[in-house]
């Protein structure tokens, strides 16, 4: 269990109401402390990306603790922050965009949108002479738990020409990338500043902002010098690859700013006579980017009466509550001997994609959300 979340007397009561569905524990403390420690951290703006977990509680305590700005990826994402944060700065960094979602993003009175290719730019047309538009930068660099490049991103020489054309149609120019989620190596971000650098250079363009993307690591043993060394590492590579007259630096961290901020409280429905556990919680509800996202199983198990189990782990595979027989954990985990049924499971730094990625797959998946402290 990671020292960062305790069972506290509060959790304990929660196990002690026998919840039936699945409880999704939000501190908003610990949040409010993760937005403060990016904003002194972080060499730059940092924005939110929305995407990670919109729920209005969350993003009415970022704002509260000064972030103003979001990165939202659809019409849907943008009703949810003006409807939460009055006056919230919005920028549109999905790239494809129907004419439908480029007209919604202009009512809500985005500021900065991305584009990867030409077609993506006409689609915008025509824009306020001015706006921000930031060309999405795609490399091959690895570092991230999976490949962000896959999908979005113009390589350096598409780059440079769709800056030379933003600069070209009046609109300012801006540079944006995403390292890929869960990235441990501040080279990553490095490598890309530098080639942003070059590839603005080439098309003889200054850039407003450089936007470092998310990607900032929360599983595993992600500590603070960590974030600081990637912190620290953006701000050299930025001085190194621009000098004086640099552009000003955003990021939009997902993960890593809301994913400590929640608990999942879920609960053993039945232990199989081969040791397999099956929760009322699964890859179909908040836990579904287990499949995707290697992480440490760093969970706790309480009995009913709200204390912790202590018998020795022993590998046991997971299942969820759905009839689906891939409705399971990718790894065993190494739960205790002595946990029985009715037994509640803490899976700490549950805040990112969970809700946001939950489906209602055979009428499960539906979270109660509640506030407790996750630190004593
Ligand atoms: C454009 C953009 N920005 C930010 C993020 C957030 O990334 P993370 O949750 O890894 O910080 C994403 C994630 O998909 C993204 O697509």
């Known amino acids: ?114 584009v990867d290719d030409m077609a993506g730019l006409d689609r915008l047309m025509p824009m306020e002479p001015g706006t921000e538009i930031a060309v999405r930068l795609r490399l091959p660099v690895r570092g991230g738990a999976y490949d962000f490049g896959v999908k979005f991103g113009a390589d350096p020489e598409a780059a440079e020409a769709l800056l030379r054309e933003v600069a070209a149609r009046g609109l300012t120019p801006s540079l944006t990338f995403h390292p890929g989620t869960q990235c441990r190596d501040a080279e990553a971000w490095a490598v890309y500043i530098h080639e942003a650098a070059r590839v603005a250079a080439a098309a003889g363009v200054r850039l407003h902002r450089v936007n470092v993307g998310g990607g900032f690591p929360h599983w595993g043993s992600v500590d603070e010098a960590e974030l600081s060394a990637i912190f620290e590492r953006i701000g050299t590579a930025t001085r190194e690859a621009f000098g004086a007259g640099a552009p000003a630096l955003v990021c939009e961290p997902g993960r890593a700013m809301v994913a400590g901020a929640f608990a999942v409280l879920a609960r053993v429905k039945a232990l199989r006579g081969d040791g397999a556990a099956v929760l009322n919680d699964g890859i179909y509800g908040a836990l579904s980017e287990w499949r995707d996202v290697p992480r440490a199983p760093e969970v706790a198990v309480l009995g009913p009466d709200g204390e912790a189990r202590g018998g020795a782990p022993l590998a046991r595979v997971v299942y969820g509550p759905t009839c689906d027989s891939l409705d399971r954990l990718p790894q065993p985990l190494g739960l205790p001997s002595d946990m029985a049924e009715g037994d509640a499971i803490l899976f700490p730094g549950m805040g990112a994609y969970s809700v946001a990625l939950a489906t209602r797959f055979n009428g499960y998946g539906d979270l109660s959300i509640v506030r407790a402290r996750t630190l004593a």
């Not at 959790?11 to 409010?32: K, S, T």
């Not at 549109?92 to 985005?110: C, D, T, W």
């Open 1 to 114: 269990m990671s020292s960062m979340t305790q069972i506290t007397p509060e959790i304990a009561d929660l196990v002690r109401g026998a919840p039936e569905r699945p409880l999704l524990i939000f501190d908003a403390e610990r949040l409010a402390r993760r937005a403060a420690r990016f904003q002194a951290g972080f060499p730059g703006l940092v924005t939110y990306a929305v995407k990670a977990n919109p729920l209005p509680e969350v993003l009415r305590t970022l704002a509260r603790a000064g972030v103003r700005s979001f990165d939202v990826a659809s019409p849907a994402e943008m009703e949810a922050v003006r409807a939460a944060v009055p006056g919230a700065v919005l920028h549109y960094h999905n790239p494809i965009r129907s004419p439908a979602e480029v007209e919604a993003g202009k009512a809500h009175g985005a500021v900065s949108w991305s």
